[in-house]
């Protein structure tokens, strides 16, 4: 299991904030009893949930220990936090009011099967609300897949999958499939120019997540080599202004309402 790091992950948070937030604001679910936050992280975005929704029961799903660990502070009556697999999650009551996935389903390589099921599972006015980025990782490929590293990082290949052979589906896919089930869709894309400052800051960015199999997998002077290779390469394809480092960050929203 890949041990994602809510510190790092927490380094860009506001950048990392927004696509959630943007979300969020197009689900027209007015009132809930059940929200379900899938791929919750270190639950900071899932509390918000709890105040938009004030008379619902939250819980947020993360596959990171390490996630659940820092989201543990945060639990109330109202909002939990669980581990457990994405891919796996069913609604225990049979019904919910709202189903979020930020950032999340593009670890999840057959969650084009499970939305018809997560769709069926909505109550009447309930919405599914999730965003994948549609980045392409070109320059972390090149390095992965050279003679020195691609049999070192076999098995997190293995286990994660090449980056170019990512599951997120065209926005006609996710209209047809959401729409095949009953609901109202709406998709839309979003490039985001992140400015971000500091030194190697789009190495620091993938760091807590995208790099994380690849780092786990290594150590010593094998994960220090990796490590200051990748970040040349991305100090090539994102070059540093006075300002910062521009990262283009494009991302695809989906909502779908069940009517």
């Known amino acids: ?62 596959s990171s220990p390490a996630m659940i660990s820092a989201a543990g502070p945060l639990q109330t009556a109202q909002l939990r936090f669980q581990l457990g697999d994405v891919a796996g999650w069913r609604p225990q009551r049979g019904s919910v009011d709202v189903i979020v996935a930020n950032a999340a389903l593009q670890w999840v390589p057959d969650h084009a099967t499970l939305l018809p099921i997560w769709a069926a599972a909505l109550d009447d006015g309930g919405t599914l609300a999730f965003q994948v980025p549609c980045f392409t990782f070109t320059a972390i490929e090149d390095v992965v897949s050279a003679p020195r590293w691609a049999p070192l990082l076999s098995a997190a290949l293995e286990s ?44 620091e960015w993938f760091s807590g997540t995208g790099l994380r199999p690849y780092f786990d997998a290594l150590s010593g002077q094998d994960l220090a080599d990796f490590r200051a290779e990748v970040a040349a390469r991305l100090r090539s394809a994102y070059p540093r202004e006075p300002f910062g480092t521009i990262l283009p960050f494009p991302r695809l929203f989906v909502v779908a309402h069940r009517p």
């Open 160 to 203: 994660t999958g090449p980056r170019s052979n990512s599951p997120v589906l065209t926005p006609q896919e996710y209209v047809q499939i959401l729409a095949g089930a009953g609901l109202t869709v709406d998709v839309w894309q979003t490039t985001y120019h992140h400015v971000l400052p500091g030194d190697d800051p789009v190495l």
């Open 1 to 62: 299991m890949t041990s994602w790091d809510p510190e790092q992950y927490n380094r860009f948070a506001d950048e990392r904030a927004r696509p959630f937030h943007e979300l969020v604001a197009r689900i027209p679910t007015k009132d809930a009893v059940a929200v379900v936050d899938l791929g919750c992280g270190p639950g900071t975005m899932t509390a918000t949930l709890a105040a938009r929704w004030p008379d619902a029961a939250v819980l947020g799903i993360d």
